[in-house]
């Protein structure tokens, strides 16, 4: 490999970051959406359990924002109840909304990167090849003459065009992964911000039941 990436000269470093960067971000990405970190299973049904009489302290719903994305939407909720205990359904569902769309944005982060690299890597690898066809066939005219190109030796004509070809497999190696994982977490992120929109139409309505209770028991 080492060997192809010197034969191929300086067009296919880009690349080489493009390659790079794309590993690191789908590594950051696998660990960033976990489903333990964003959306738990049971944690909507622990957070209903835990505030089905009062409002919990702000102790347990900071530790409930720290818990995960979806636990950071909840407990916009019950911060909103804490410090209103007569506060509108509109301004609950505006809690949790603006808490949903900052977590929204942490899940897509560096997503529309990896977008661009799998949309610049295989015009990286053709501008490489194309840099790399300039280069071969002015060598190979000596004088600029167009005859001077076929006193040329035609087996190292077709192996400087191989090399050459080899910035746009490079490209394709890169942009064909980065494609296919950008798309699996598009999709994972869909899912998720979806668990995230039912759980919190779940809770407003819970906490509309509490504000209820808590206000007759006043």
């Not at 080899?166 to 899912?191: E, H, K, Q």
């Amino acid at each position: 490999m080492l060997s192809i990436i010197q034969a191929a000269g300086w067009p296919i470093w880009p690349l080489v970051a493009c390659s790079v960067l794309a590993l690191a971000l789908i590594f950051e990405r696998f660990m960033a959406l976990k489903t333990a970190r964003v959306a738990p299973p049971k944690l909507l049904d622990e957070a209903i359990s835990v505030s089905s009489l009062a409002v919990p302290g702000p102790e347990v719903v900071g530790q409930l924002a720290q818990n995960s994305a979806l636990g950071e939407v909840l407990a916009s909720g019950l911060r909103t109840l804490n410090a209103s205990p007569q506060c509108s359904e509109a301004d609950l569902r505006a809690a949790m909304e603006g808490a949903g769309r900052a977590a929204a944005h942490r899940l897509e982060r560096y997503l529309s990167a990896l977008a661009t690299i799998a949309s610049a890597a295989p015009l990286l690898g053709l501008l490489g090849t194309v840099i790399g066809m300039i280069e071969i066939f002015g060598s190979q005219a000596g004088g600029g003459a167009v005859g001077g190109a076929v006193g040329g030796n035609p087996a190292q004509l077709a192996h400087g065009i191989s090399v050459a070809l080899y910035n746009t497999a490079f490209g394709l190696i890169v942009a064909i992964p980065a494609l296919i994982f950008w798309r699996y977490f598009r999709s994972r992120v869909d899912a998720y911000l979806l668990t995230l929109e039912l759980a919190s139409e779940q809770f407003v309505r819970h906490l509309l039941q509490l504000r209820s209770r808590v206000g007759n028991g006043a």
